[in-house]
């Protein structure tokens, strides 16, 4: 019989409902991880989030690489200048997207992100 412990909410921090657009490809070369590529050179597909937090989101795609790919995001928060970067696990899929866990961020673009999720969700973010 399943524990009731598997239905407990794991986040860390709150998710707010919203449609982001989003670049995204799948890291297939351990190396790049290590470095932000020249996005010139970054073929990639595009979507957007159904929620986000400061430690993941879930993208919606039709095809949702497999759980524990590593993804490169690029992401356009509205009314803001600079595209945010980073790199997230696969962590859960269904057939309308997945669940992405940042796994690296740089510290400028996390703290724009805190700060629009802050302005966003009051209170929740501080």
Do not use: C
């Not at 050179?41 to 989030?49: D, L, Y």
Request: aromatic letters at 8%; charged letters at 25%.
């Amino acid at each position: 019989m399943p524990s009731a412990n598997l239905l407990l909410e794991k986040r860390v921090y709150p998710r707010m409902s919203l449609n982001i657009p989003i670049k995204y490809r799948i890291i297939e070369d351990q190396k790049e991880i290590s470095s932000f590529l020249d996005r010139s050179n970054n073929k990639g597909q595009t979507s957007q989030t159904k929620d986000v937090s400061l430690d993941g989101l879930y993208l919606i795609a039709d095809h949702v690489p497999e759980v524990g790919s590593v993804l490169l995001l690029d992401i356009t928060l509205p009314n803001v200048s600079q595209v945010i970067s980073s790199y997230a696990e696969v962590v859960w899929s269904n057939d309308t997207g997945g669940g992405l866990h940042f796994e690296v961020i740089k510290e400028e673009d996390f703290d724009i992100l805190k700060n629009y999720l802050s302005q966003a969700l009051p209170g929740k973010y501080h």
